[in-house]
């Protein structure tokens, strides 16, 4: 009789656990409407990325078309693969002497791990890591990126 | 031609008269076997699709998702564009299989569905076949749809098709024995085995009310039961994702996959809608007693909008099973079955007549 | 035709033969490419034989040849769910070589890190659980909940799954302003959600049959199996690091360590779900107390470690995580060696699978937590 | 046992042993042939108990191969470093541990794989990342143009 007993516990506690799932779920089936998916293009220019959100790197000019890259090469070095290069060239100053600037920041995209180190590394705060995440491209060659824009100059006041 | 959404025989009765007027008696019986044959494939593709669609959009209710919501308003044409995406992928016959019984397979387990919706009244006059042994006949042809998967399992020469197919036999065996049995329960009380009879005898009020503690046992089993027999829910081992990968239907794709795919919503229905007719009163509105004004309040909704509203709810009873449950594994399906449904429907059959012979139901 | 005749009736020509299912390297419950030979009778397995390397990165022969604060963003990309405690390791590991010690409000921010890694970690290895099992339900509310933890990572350390956020003497950047608060939200609102993982998964009849005195690992072969975080401690095997030998701000925290003593799978499962409990614990411990101060201490622009060995454990989400470096002066390590909690993890598999179903093995595999990346490095 | 102790017991089982003392643990200096000898000793004996064998790995020299052995004792807590040195880099073979601690094994095929110092009597002593034929990648000496891009 006991075990009988046991029995019909048994199935009726099996039971009730199972209820107490088909509430769980339930609570969501008949409230479709909060749903916590969002439709990613449609909601594109409202999506804000966090302040620190690390999509690329980047060197911010002003409207001058100055930046503030003096060439010195650190974050090529703190770089741990390879992503940034830095051709520089020789030029005459007004008073007469050679300096070294900054004639290509070849970035490229494809081989970042976005690891911030360069960021940290530079001294004059010249590269930023920039907000834009989408970043997919028919050709592999455009990920390779010139991160100063042609023409640009080095801003006043910033010191090698 | 009098038609009524409330009484589909005089319909019926005047397309018969029309056409043996003017043709021979055998050129009548190929029409309208034509017709009804039309009839019924529009049936199983459009009611597949909205189940492949609302089964969509319930599991995203459940996890919070929206669903389907990018092709037509609300994602509405999204199954028919995966239909059409199926209908043309080419068709791989990949090396190896038994290439007679690879490609009969996903014909009988579909043919099977046929066979099946054939027996069911949707509405008064809306039935095709009326044997007096109908409810025999279901679960007899139901047993059938298990030889296609077994063989999809073994043709396909895969190992998971083949574990999967294996599974899958093992389980609708044993579970045809408790939907018999919780079948047998309510033809007890019902005294018939006529799909019609059964309705009708339902008229003031379903069997689900009428036979007290016994018939909701008979109808807690039979939904567990038929949920094992359709592959779905927690009892989807033949398919088992997580192991088999797709378990007999692994080695299928374009239509043929599509004939499972649509095999197993069509036999999500089939259980639902003997559900609805042998506990819920089929097409019958929701009646208690005869004659008072609630009875003529329910009438007013036609017959078979009554059925598909209640197809509807067992339908989403099940989903709701399957979007809740963790599968069980091969061994426990087979124990839930023998140790526990088996006795207790054997035990509900002794109540049940009890029930019925000592005149306790009304 | 013929043939089969021929074999059916002449019934001494039928042979047998080991039954081999491959699982995996492509297999939704490998989470990722594993591969399993699995040796069958019928649906029993008999032994298994784990196939890894597909994804095998060289992590360890990269960081020869980068210098310390370079290498430390590869440990992201092992085990990649708990990032925070690989990249605190090796910095621990540093700055123990160097002998810096690091301000107080470094600590507890690490420590509050590496708590919120180990609660996303365990919901993402709930909803895999639980997909693993059938119910592919879990994975939603799991990664739903995940989602918040995420957010706060993003705000504060500028990516969701690799972070860098910990560098030699310190972090990258000081904690974000709403960083308090939104964690404290997340854990008002992770409070009311993990009991609905309870009643959903863990209290369902299903789930215990399935789960209950099966692969059973005993105490002693947990510790010589090498099996450690909650895999190890569902065997009453207490291993937890951070009570061991604890660092960063786990001295000033209390939390129990939970052991159980039947090892089997709902025992590791159970353990994972309590463990989420006491992190959010040891959260509000911490997260109304962070000093003010440094974020760094300032390093040298070049960190060359002395000569010698140096060897730290920290507790990572799926067991004991620790960084060998053989130095030799240079400012790259002369090798570093990545003690990884899933190596061993997986290769107890084997002998936990003996005898089980197919379906066992999935759910064995499922609660022993593998992160594939983490075993191939 | 603090490491004196611990220095004396080795000491006592195996008498060629090299002491160091390491920045953080007893770090021991094992001849080849003694390793398994020391090795079941300190297992078995109820004083050291070191049944937690947490890291094992190899560490490629000019001149040898250096194999690591960190054990740990679940019961005393104590921790010691064994290291073995195979006796040239032509042909490095040391003893398996795998029959004491049984997860060495999978550890042992990890460091044939990388540094390809092979074990004796080592069950299953199969590549265990890489297909046969590639080369010991962790070896100093590993050269390959393709996948390794020098700076």
């Known amino acids: 009789m006991k075990a009988l007993f046991n029995y019909i516990k048994e199935v009726l506690g099996g039971f009730y656990t199972l209820l107490q799932g088909l509430g769980v779920t339930g609570k969501y089936l008949f409230t479709p409407w909060n749903y916590v998916t969002q439709s990613y293009p449609e909601n594109r220019e409202k999506l804000q990325m966090f302040e620190r959100f690390r999509g690329e790197v980047i060197m911010p000019h002003n409207e001058n078309n100055e930046h503030k890259c003096t060439g010195c090469g650190l974050c090529e070095l703190a770089c741990p693969n390879g992503s940034i290069e830095i051709i520089s060239k020789s030029i005459l100053t007004e008073d007469g002497k050679k300096k070294r600037i900054i004639d290509k920041h070849i970035y490229h995209l494809g081989m970042c791990t976005l690891c911030n180190l360069c960021v940290r590394a530079c001294p004059s705060d010249a590269i930023i890591m920039g907000q834009k995440y989408e970043h997919a491209v028919y050709n592999r060659s455009n990920l390779t990126k010139v991160l100063n824009k042609p023409g640009s100059k080095i801003m006043e006041g910033i010191k090698e | 031609m009098a038609f009524s959404i409330y009484d589909f025989t005089d319909l019926a009765q005047s397309i018969h008269n029309g056409l043996s007027s003017s043709l021979t008696p055998v050129w009548t019986t190929v029409i309208e076997w034509a017709i009804i044959g039309i009839l019924y494939i529009l049936f199983v593709a459009l009611f597949g699709l909205f189940l492949v669609y609302a089964e969509r959009k319930v599991c995203a209710a459940i996890q919070q998702r929206i669903g389907p919501n990018r092709v037509g308003p609300y994602g509405f044409i999204q199954t028919i564009a995966d239909f059409i995406k199926l209908l043309m992928k080419e068709i791989i016959n990949p090396k190896g299989v038994d290439h007679f019984l690879y490609n009969l397979a996903p014909y009988i387990v579909i043919a099977t569905v046929f066979i099946i919706i054939s027996m069911f009244p949707f509405a008064p006059g809306l039935q095709s076949f009326d044997f007096d042994i109908g409810v025999f006949f279901v679960t007899a042809v139901s047993s059938v749809g298990v030889i296609g998967i077994l063989l999809a399992g073994w043709s396909s020469n895969n190992k998971y098709s083949l574990i999967g197919g294996i599974r899958s036999g093992a389980q609708i065996i044993s579970y045809e024995l408790s939907v018999g049995l919780s079948l047998i329960t309510m033809i007890i009380l019902s005294g018939t085995m006529q799909i019609s009879g059964i309705v009708n005898g339902q008229a003031d009020g379903w069997f689900l009310f009428k036979g007290h503690i016994p018939a909701f046992i008979a109808f807690v089993i039979f939904i567990i039961a038929g949920t094992a027999e359709t592959n779905r829910g927690p009892f989807d081992l033949p398919e088992g994702e997580s192991e088999l990968t797709g378990g007999f239907h692994t080695e299928y794709s374009g239509i043929k996959f599509a004939f499972f795919f649509l095999a197993e919503y069509m036999n999500l229905f089939i259980v639902a809608a003997m559900v609805t007719i042998v506990f819920l009163g089929g097409w019958q509105p929701l009646h208690f007693g005869t004659g008072n004004g609630f009875n003529a309040a329910m009438d007013l909704l036609p017959p078979i909008i009554w059925f598909f509203l209640k197809v509807c709810t067992i339908i989403l009873l099940i989903m709701w099973f399957k979007w809740t449950f963790p599968r069980l594994r091969v061994d426990q399906i087979l124990t839930l079955e023998w140790k526990y449904l088996l006795p207790i429907n054997l035990f509900n059959i002794i109540l049940m007549s009890v029930v019925v012979l000592m005149g306790w139901h009304w | ?377 | 046992m603090t490491n004196e102790e611990l220095k004396l017991t080795i000491a006592k089982l195996c008498s060629s042993a090299e002491f160091k003392d390491g920045a953080q643990f007893l770090e021991v200096i094992v001849p080849a042939a003694d390793l398994h000898h020391l090795c079941r000793e300190l297992r078995h004996n109820g004083e050291t108990a070191f049944d937690y064998l947490f890291c094992l790995t190899g560490v490629d020299y000019p001149t040898y191969f250096e194999v690591v052995y960190h054990l740990d004792s679940t019961r005393h807590r104590h921790v010691v470093v064994l290291k073995a040195r195979t006796a040239s880099r032509e042909y490095p073979v040391l003893d398996t541990i795998g029959d004491i601690w049984p997860t060495a094994y999978s550890h042992e095929r990890e460091v044939y794989d990388l540094l390809g110092v092979r074990f004796n009597n080592h069950p299953d002593m199969r590549r265990l990342f890489l297909e046969d034929g590639w080369g010991f990648p962790l070896r100093k000496d590993y050269v390959d143009p393709v996948r390794i891009v020098e700076r």
């Not at chain 3, 969701?160 to 910990?166: G, L, P, Q």
């Open chain 3, 1 to 377: 035709m013929a043939e089969y005749r021929e074999i059916i009736f002449n019934s001494d020509k039928i042979q047998t033969d080991d039954y081999f299912v491959n699982i995996g390297p492509q297999h939704p419950s490998t989470h990722g490419a594993l591969r399993i030979v699995a040796k069958l009778e019928g649906e029993i397995v008999q032994s298994i034989d784990p196939v890894i390397g597909y994804i095998h990165s060289g992590i360890e022969k990269m960081c020869e040849s980068l210098s310390y604060p370079q290498l430390i963003h590869l440990t992201d990309r092992m085990d990649y769910l708990s990032a925070h405690m690989n990249n605190e390791a090796v910095c621990l590991c540093i700055e123990n070589a160097l002998q810096v010690e690091v301000p107080e409000r470094v600590k507890y921010i690490r420590t509050i890190m590496d708590e919120l890694t180990r609660i996303a970690s365990h919901q993402l290895w709930w909803c895999a659980t639980g997909m693993d099992m059938g119910a592919m339900t879990t994975f939603f509310y799991g990664l739903r909940d995940r989602e918040p933890i995420l957010d706060i990572f993003e705000e504060t350390c500028g990516a969701r799954m690799t972070f860098n956020y910990n560098v030699p003497g310190g972090l990258m950047f000081d904690i974000h302003p709403n960083f308090q608060k939104r964690v404290k939200d997340f854990i008002r609102y992770f409070r009311k959600k993990l009991p609905e993982y309870d009643t959903l998964l863990s209290g369902n009849v299903i789930f215990k049959e399935r789960t209950k005195g099966l692969g059973v690992l005993s105490k002693e072969e947990a510790i010589a199996w090498g099996v450690t975080g909650p895999s190890g401690r569902a065997s009453g095997y207490s291993c937890d690091v951070r009570k061991l030998h604890p660092y960063s701000a786990y001295p000033y925290v209390k939390f129990e360590e939970k052991l159980a003593t039947d090892g089997d799978t709902f025992w590791r499962y159970q353990l994972r779900i309590e463990e989420m409990w006491e992190s959010m614990k040891i959260i509000e411990q911490l997260i109304d107390n962070i000093p003010e101060g440094d974020f760094a201490v300032k390093m040298k622009g070049v960190i060359k470690l002395p000569e010698g060995e140096f060897y730290q454990r920290v507790e990572s989400a799926r067991g004991e995580f620790g960084v060998f470096i053989v130095s030799d002066g240079k400012k790259n390590p002369y090798r570093l060696k990545f003690r990884s909690p899933g190596f061993s993890n997986l290769f107890v598999l084997n002998e936990l699978v003996k005898g089980v179903k197919i379906a066992d093995l999935v759910a064995i595999m499922a609660t022993l937590d593998l992160v594939i990346p983490d075993i191939d490095r």
